[in-house]
T-cell receptor
Framework: GAVVSQHPSRVICKSGTSVKIECRSLDFQATTMFWYRQFPKQSLMLMATSNEGSKATYEQGVEKDKFLINHASLTLSTLTVTSAHPEDSSFYIC???????????FGPGTRLTVT | KNEVEQSPQNLTAQEGEFITINCSYSVGISALHWLQQHPGGGIVSLFMLSSGKKKHGRLIATINIQEKHSSLHITASHPRDSAVYICAVRGEETSGSRLTFGEGTQLTVNP
């Protein structure tokens, strides 16, 4: 079946640094990718939607300058958490939409810890 | 009231039991997803439904569009089925195929 990968799976960084998370669709072209954030014991919260070759659409309350999203190709989207702070510590999950099947596949997630 | 509601929130079962998790939604949808999230965090898409019923191994998912209701059934449950099960719907008129998620059902299957 279709696979979506994320890298890294977990990262620890110091406050003030930037962290890049990659999301790749491995065997299909993803016209649309989604980035979610999940706090402990809570459901997924959509942060932004990105379409290949265009600017991401951010959800209300999500700072676009802090969470930079680039969807440069049909198989890769990146989320960069800039000037990370401890409150950015969370589980970040990407999802990719297979435009042909209209099926949405989820990545394994990236656990970010900011110290 | 949430657009997507799941019941129960928590479910404990003995190995071998038949399990049902319910999902009700209040909006028109184009598709409904059942997702599984293990303690490590990774999410697996179990089913995508727009009508009827789907089966994969011991898992069965049904949807009733008129009643705006879906169920996920697990037959012959096993401890490895322990996970959070999440119902998510894609609305009829949504931009970018956004999903609305239920709160999840924590399933624990004891040996």
């Amino acid at each position: 079946g279709a696979v979506v990968s994320q890298h890294p799976s977990r990262v620890i960084c110091k406050s003030g640094t930037s962290v890049k998370i990659e999301c790749r669709s491995l065997d299909f072209q993803a016209t649309t990718m989604f980035w979610y954030r999940q706090f402990p014991k809570q459901s997924l919260m959509l942060m932004a939607t990105s379409n290949e070759g265009s600017k991401a659409t951010y959800e209300q309350g999500v700072e676009k300058d802090k969470f930079l999203i680039n969807h440069a190709s049909l198989t890769l989207s990146t989320l960069t958490v800039t000037s990370a702070h401890p409150e950015d510590s969370s589980f970040y999950i990407c999802s990719a939409l297979d435009g042909n099947l209209y099926e949405q596949y989820f990545g394994p997630g990236t656990r970010l810890t900011v110290t | 009231k949430n657009e997507v509601e799941q019941s129960p929130q928590n479910l404990t079962a003995q190995e071998g039991e038949f399990i049902t998790i319910n999902c009700s939604y209040s909006v028109g949808i184009s598709a409904l997803h059942w997702l599984q999230q293990h303690p490590g965090g990774g999410i697996v898409s179990l089913f995508m439904l727009s009508s009827g019923k789907k089966k994969h191994g011991r898992l069965i998912a049904t949807i009733n569009i008129q009643e705006k209701h879906s169920s996920l059934h697990i037959t012959a449950s096993h401890p490895r089925d322990s996970a959070v099960y999440i119902c998510a719907v894609r609305g009829e008129e949504t931009s970018g195929s956004r999903l609305t998620f239920g709160e999840g059902t924590q399933l624990t299957v004891n040996p």
